[in-house]
Every structure is written in structure tokens, then in C-alpha cells.
């Protein structure tokens, strides 16, 4: 089961749903504000932190990876997107 995930298909950005939205829908209707760019930021380096967390795990290094996941780059990212997609919301609210 560890080795489940593969790191380099969980680093890319362009393999889940959000992405499918981003880069599509989202794309052509929000594309010229400033926080959709942060978004995809912020999406493509979830993406990264989750690949080190998955490399982790896989290297027996559990404590470390659960650390990433609970209070490191994913942790925080994973907060960075939903801040993101909130901020975009209120400022499509506001126009």
C-alpha cells in the first residue's frame, strides 16, 4: 500500500479535479484577476508538497511525513487553496 502513489504523478498539478476546473472553466472566465494567479500558484505548489510527503512515507520516513501533512508545505498550502478559492469568490461577489 505504501508504494500506492507514485511521487512524480502526485507533483503534477494537471492530475485532479481542480486542475480540470482551473485550467478549464476558470480559466476563461477569470483569468485576468489577480487572485486566480495565486490560485494556480498555490495549486501547482499543493501538488509539490504532496509529492514530498508521499516520497517520505515510501522512504519509512512515517513521522516526517505525517509532520508535512499535518504542519508543513501541505498543511499550509492546503490552506493557502482554500483561502484562494474564498478570496475569489468574494471579489467575483463584489464586482
Do not use: N
Amino acid at each position: 500500500m505504501r508504494d500506492a502513489l507514485d511521487p512524480l504523478q502526485v507533483c503534477r498539478d494537471d492530475q485532479c479535479e481542480l486542475w480540470r476546473w482551473i485550467y478549464g472553466e476558470a480559466s476563461r472566465r477569470f483569468h485576468a484577476l489577480e487572485g486566480f494567479r495565486r490560485l494556480r500558484i498555490t495549486h501547482a505548489d499543493f501538488h509539490q508538497a504532496a509529492a514530498r510527503a508521499v516520497a517520505l512515507a515510501q522512504q519509512g520516513q512515517d513521522e516526517a511525513a505525517r509532520e508535512e501533512i499535518a504542519h508543513g508545505e501541505f498543511a499550509r498550502t492546503s490552506v493557502r487553496i482554500k483561502s484562494e478559492l474564498a478570496k475569489l469568490y468574494l471579489d467575483l461577489g463584489t464586482d
